[in-house]
């Protein structure tokens, strides 16, 4: 669409200093919004512009994501942000979500499934440079406090892919290239106390900063040889630190296997039924890029059809599950129930697996025999750091209640602190 050229008042200049906005005459002014601005949960940080405007606009993200082949990246990133759909966004909408009604809102957490070449690594950056960019702040941040709009990848290297597509399109933008004040190999410093940020998956680098959004790339495939569930640990480290301003949560990345924050999501908002406030999306690689060759995609089904179901067909593998299938354990499951009271008519047992506090979680299990099946009553997990001595004061407080007087363990060989 393009931009409105009447003149006008209140439209950025390109030529002002510092991104401010100029009232001379024969500057472009922006389009005016379809609708009015969505309700923001954070309450007082709300958009200078709608998403839309700025997708529409050349002045400012016109060129980041256009055309036909982007269809399905704006229908997704219009709904997260709750604006008004097309009837063609909204048919698209319902194609990847399985839910009928788009959310009224803006939501909280975004969750893509996307097949590979799909168009991950711009749109993100495109989302990016919206939310650094065209969304004010202020009164959410103390003085002197910086905004950081986080993205988080397997790698540096992949991070800085992510950077170079949101140094593009801000250079591509005549107003918004204003607001850079200087680039380094991570960071796109920006005039209004925001920081455009990549960093690679490690929970350590994540504490003691507020984010007004995180973008979690290629999720699914998050490894640290310190953790066996990094996206959980970092993204619990994340999440505080977009209390502050009501920061977008943003998930995007391909599928592995059926495990992680990725399939969790998956499982539990996809469709009609899941929080509306979690937009979870799937879709296979044409479906968010139709650029990509389909003879290509073909071939690669041919030689290898459970790999490239999971690449470019954005479904989770089954091939790699960990020792026990997730159909096989939640067959095992009574729905609704989280704890089985004590039953006098049972004779219990228990197995518990110890920490020192500092780095692994002290775990207990209590369960009982019913014929030939073993049926679990009480699970307890005590997260690092934590005090030994108490979490020992507590579990042996479950045991009694489960009139468990000595229990099974590993051997275990920490010291404790």
Known sequence: MPANTKEGAGAPS??????????????????SPRSEPPTHPSGSVVPKTT??????????????????????WRSLLLAAMGEALTPEELETFRRLTEREQPPKERVSELVAVVGRRGGKSRAIATLLCYLACLVNYKPRLASGETGVALCIAPSQEQ??????????????????????????SETIELTNRVVISVRSASYRRLRGQTCIACIADEAAFWFT?????????????????????????????????????????FKNHFGAQGNPSILVAKAATRELNPSLSQQFIDKEYEK????????????????????????SVEACIDPGIRERPFDRRNIYSAFTDPSGGASDSFTLAIA??????????????????????????????????????????????????
Request: proline letters at 7%; aromatic letters at 8%; one cysteine or more.
């Open 368 to 417: 009982h025999k019913e014929g030939m099946s073993s049926v679990l009553d009480a699970v307890r997990e005590v997260r690092p750091p934590f005090s030994p001595e108490q979490a020992v004061e507590e579990f042996c407080a479950l045991l009694r209640q489960y009139q468990v007087y000595g229990i099974r363990s590993d051997r275990y060989g920490g010291r404790v602190g």
């Open 225 to 265: 040889e310190d953790s066996s569930n990094p996206d959980y640990e970092i993204l619990n480290a994340v999440r505080p630190s977009l209390a502050t301003t009501g920061g977008l949560l943003c998930v995007i990345s391909s599928p592995y296997a059926r495990r992680g924050v990725l399939w969790d999501s």
């Open 304 to 327: 290898d059809p459970v790999w490239a179901a999971a690449e470019y067909g954005a479904e989770f593998r089954t091939d790699i599950e960990s020792f026990i299938t997730s159909e």
């Open 159 to 184: 991070a800085k892919i992510v950077l170079d597509y949101a140094s593009g399109i801000l250079e591509a933008s005549p107003i918004l290239r204003q607001l850079v004040r200087r680039s380094t």
């Open 51 to 72: 998403l839309r405007t700025a997708l529409e606009n050349p002045q400012l993200l016109g060129g980041a994501i256009p055309g036909d082949s982007w269809l399905g």
């Open 14 to 31: 390109p030529a002002a200093k510092g991104g401010k906005w100029s009232r001379a005459k024969g500057h472009p002014r922006h389009p």
